[in-house]
């Protein structure tokens, strides 16, 4: 079975700038979750969506917002974008609500 | 807050050695622990979990303990390999119930031959 994709796998955007990131969860997967790893750190949480509802959002700003689609498909929108967006931007899915969440290989962003 | 910690920033051991990974966490109500191994470039994979009503489980040549009293877990690598070669983080999903992983900054093995 396929994994988490993701796409795309790298991205260089400037200041300013809006950027949609898409993330297809493991099949069968109804939880999607978005994390932000910058170089050196671990990830952070960002938001979390289960049956195409926000269901938990992290410490980031407005600028900063995602969706869940019918096929439990997610994009995660960054407008305005900062020189400190530039990050390994991370998507998880998992089964249901007392299941693992598993990986997938991440889109880098680079902001100039 | 809550945060999740690690002893070491880099732990380099000889192969065929075994390795011992720490991690400290600090809220006392979460209950599900994930090891994740991150290869350079790719995303965090899974290892290992544990809950919090067990303080120890194997899988292949790894071994996860738990110990609630002093917020500690501890990943341990049986006869390193060169493959084992990662970032290694130990995650805090708080409630069984919630997506919100608390990561901490992670530990480099280094496994020389």
């Known amino acids: 079975d396929a994994g988490v994709t993701q796409s795309p796998t790298h991205l260089i955007k400037t200041r300013g700038q809006q950027v949609t990131l898409r993330c297809s969860p493991i099949?069968?997967?109804?939880?999607v979750s978005w994390y932000q790893q910058v170089l050196g750190q671990g990830p952070q949480f960002i938001f979390q969506?289960?049956?195409?509802?926000?269901?938990g959002r992290g410490n980031f700003p407005d600028r900063f917002s995602a969706r869940q689609f019918p096929n439990y498909s997610s994009e995660l929108n960054v407008n305005a974008l900062l020189l400190g967006d530039s990050a390994l931007y991370l998507c998880a899915s998992r089964l249901g609500i007392q299941e693992t969440q598993y990986f997938g290989p991440g889109t880098r962003l680079l902001v100039l | 807050g809550e945060s999740v910690g690690l002893h070491l920033p880099t732990l380099s051991v000889q192969e065929g050695d075994n390795s011992i990974i720490n991690c400290a966490y600090s809220?006392?109500?979460?209950?599900?622990f994930i090891w994740y191994k991150q290869e350079s470039g790719k995303g965090p994979q899974f290892i290992i979990d544990i809950r919090s009503n067990m303080d120890k489980r194997q899988g292949q040549r790894v071994t996860v303990l738990l110990n609630k009293t002093v917020k500690h877990l501890s990943l341990q690598i049986a006869a390193t390999q060169p493959g084992d070669s990662a970032v290694y983080f130990c995650?805090?999903?708080?409630?069984?119930?919630?997506?919100?992983?608390?990561f901490g900054t992670g530990t480099r093995l280094q496994v020389f031959p």
């Open positions: 995650a805090d999903q708080g409630a069984y119930n919630t997506d919100k992983l608390i």
């Open positions: 809220n006392s109500a979460s209950d599900y």
């Open positions: 969506y289960y049956e195409k509802e926000e269901r």
């Open positions: 099949s069968g997967h109804k939880s």
